[in-house]
């Protein structure tokens, strides 16, 4: 059974750091893109970030370039994103999801980031 | 990397077909054939319905059915179910390895 599950948020203080991670299960990890979404309390889907299955490319919306960085662990079947000078505007629900626009397309429940003094 | 336009909310009664857009520009929607459309229940993940334009993926209702058409793209439902009531969101590559997602269109079951 293919599984997403992702963890590190919370809550944390303007300009501050978090760590999210999220872990892969049932499927062959290293063969497929993965990404980070995310969605701001009551409103629309953010496309975040998303790396090769390789790791050796990495893109990003602009609004989070230079503070966000993606990364994976393919021995350890992780996908994280690195978050540093955080923002009101990056409190968000944040999914991990495989492949998010082809047919294999697999998202996780969510894990909320919280930005506020 | 602006959104992609959709109308805020669509209804329509048991059984009939409801269509709403999705209007991008030529970097985007008009210029790439990786759009998609997803499904989103309150508290739920978002679960991918069509992509590609017009594929659906596998247990996905035919009733469920994508086009596009310059710059804009459409999502159909067919024979209308109190369980299609959700939010809607397309997506399209926007060329860099960048993605865009829609405005979101609120679908009510009347």
């Known amino acids: 059974e293919v599984q997403l599950v992702e963890s590190g948020g919370g809550l944390v203080q303007p300009g501050g750091s978090l760590t999210l991670s999220c872990a892969a299960s049932?499927?062959?990890?290293?063969?497929?893109?993965m990404s980070w979404l995310r969605q701001a309390p009551g409103k629309g889907l953010e496309w975040v970030a998303s790396?090769?299955?390789?790791?050796?490319?990495?893109y990003y919306v602009d609004s989070v370039k230079g503070r966000f960085t993606v990364s994976r662990d393919n021995v350890k079947n992780s996908l994280y994103l690195h978050m540093n000078n955080l923002r009101a505007e990056d409190t968000a629900v944040y999914y991990c999801a495989r492949d998010f626009v082809r047919e294999v397309a697999y998202w996780g429940q969510g894990n909320l980031v919280t930005v506020s003094s | 990397q602006s959104a992609l336009t959709q109308p805020a909310s669509v209804s329509g009664s048991p059984g009939q077909s409801i269509t709403f857009s999705c209007t991008g520009t030529?970097?985007?929607?008009?210029?790439?054939?990786?759009l998609s459309w997803y499904q989103q229940h309150p508290g739920k993940a978002p679960k991918l319905m069509i992509y590609?334009?017009?594929k659906r993926p596998s247990g996905v209702s035919n009733r469920f059915s994508g086009s596009k058409s310059g710059n804009t793209a459409s999502l159909t439902i067919s024979g209308l179910q109190a369980e299609d009531e959700a939010d809607y969101y397309c997506?399209?590559?926007?060329?860099?390895?960048?993605?865009?997602f829609g405005t979101g269109t609120k679908v009510t079951v009347l």
């Open positions: 997506c399209s590559y926007a060329g860099y390895g960048t993605y865009v």
């Open positions: 030529s970097s985007d929607v008009g210029s790439y054939n990786l």
């Open positions: 049932g499927f062959s990890f290293s063969t497929y893109w």
């Open positions: 590609e334009g017009s």
């Open positions: 790396t090769t299955p390789d790791g050796s490319e990495k």
